[in-house]
């Protein structure tokens, strides 16, 4: 089965169609008003594959003179260190001087420059990559000779999905309109990182506009970035999106790990659909100051990763409260020690639900009997008929308003740019290259409009209904988490804004990878990470694609 991807629910309501069409279609939106009710997305041509702004040469120029010393021979000879590894792992390489971070900058930038863009096995998952990334690590080395105690961070390349702002490369959310988009300051999340001793290796692609912009385009694809790839089924399975260069790029081992977004969906299918470990946090634990939005409601950066050890380390290296973001909340430093004694979390007499209408997927089934071997008990429950009533205007109203926002507080002061209007606009003047699948749904978010009242009742009636979904099953079976897949229940838990952490459970039929999710309370993340550590330390699913070892 494969997974949903929540927001193509938009090409129900967006899009040009004859009478006949917006007739069948009618029909079909009062099927989806309940969003577990998204039918699967199907697989798209692609009308676009390579980027016609990126050039492979453009990129590695900086890099010629670093790369003299750097072999085919010692890339070879550091697979075993660094390939599948988790970061204690690689830090305990570096410090028994099996490696060092120079090496593992220089290893992730050949594997990034052999197979993402220009050749038969192309990715195009990173649009950027920092030019001062390998100084910085040699930097990093000597501080390594001191004695200050360090985060598990320190020294680690991640890359940033490309709506979150770096000082030193442009902030583009995929788009021609923004590729000029030099900030003055990083968003709060990359402060914390750099911080903490990470290393900002580059930029990953994504759906343009974090898939709030064409409404008829594959997942992945961007005008700046390309088509982004499945490396499990390049040209046949979906990346997901809208993170999907975050996903496929740590799918793929271009990095440690790396950050992603979700608005609904936007971490969890993407991670799903490309065998790693994703975590949404529960909205305002994680910043979203600087980072380009769709919905100041529902957005949350969240980690990506190979493993769950790894998903908590980023998750720990990106926490602080930011007074700027007015939906932050501070927690204690107790439970922000999120990768601290997962190897002690257990299952055992954990009560989680379990979606009858889900158990017809052999996967899902089989990774229940792995955490019922675990000692967890299962309880089987139904579905909540639960309405969701403008979900869509919720984004688009909320669009409409936060994107100024962005532009004037955190944006390049230089672009003109302030509104939605003013971006299509300008996708206009060469609407071929900048929107070869059109912009739906940024004109639905030029033509709505509400009143004060009005948005924050959408807001309201969507977070009440969404709690209700969970909280219904969860308080009459007593259960400690519901367990579904892939992104299936992501816009369910958006509005209820809920944690969500997916965890690779294998692979379908058709090779097409699937995850095991797990769905909490606000700020059970630490819980979440727990249990997702059980399940993949029992199970052991994830196999890295083989094209790409």
Known sequence: MRSLFLLSLF????GCKSSEEEKNQNSESKKDANLSAISNKPFREFKV??????????IWAAFDEDFRDFTEDTYNALKPLILEQDIPTIQQHIATKKLSYELLTKFYLYRIKTFDRENDLSLNAVIAINPDVINEARQRDKELMGTAERHPIFGMPILLKDNINTRNLPTTAGSVALQENNTETDAFITQRLIENGALILGKTNLSEWA???CGNCPSGFSAIGGQTLNPYGRKTLDTGGSSSGSGVAVAANFCV???????AGSILSPASQNSVVGLKPSIGLLSRSGIVPISSTLDTPGPISKNVIDNAILLDAMSGYDAADFKAYSSNAESRSYFQNLSDASVKSKRFGAFKNLMEDSLYVNAIAVLKSQGAEIIEISEVPVEFPAFLRLLNLDMKKDLPT????YGNQQLNFKTVEDLMAFNEIDSLNTMPYGQNLFKAVAADSASKEEHEAIKQTLKTNGRRFFDIPMQEQNLDAVLSMNNYHAAEAAVAEYPALTVPMGYALDAAPEGLTFISKPKSEKKLLGWGYVYEQASKMRKAPKAYN
Do not use: H, R
């Not at 790990?257 to 608005?263: K, P």
């Not at 962005?406 to 507080?409: G, H, K, P, T, V």
């Open 11 to 14: 090409l129900i309501f967006l």
């Open 49 to 58: 594959l390579d980027s016609k702004y990126l050039q492979s040469s453009e």
């Open 211 to 213: 898939y709030y912009f």
């Open 257 to 263: 790990a790396a950050v992603g977004t979700e608005t």
């Open 406 to 409: 962005y532009f004037s507080e």
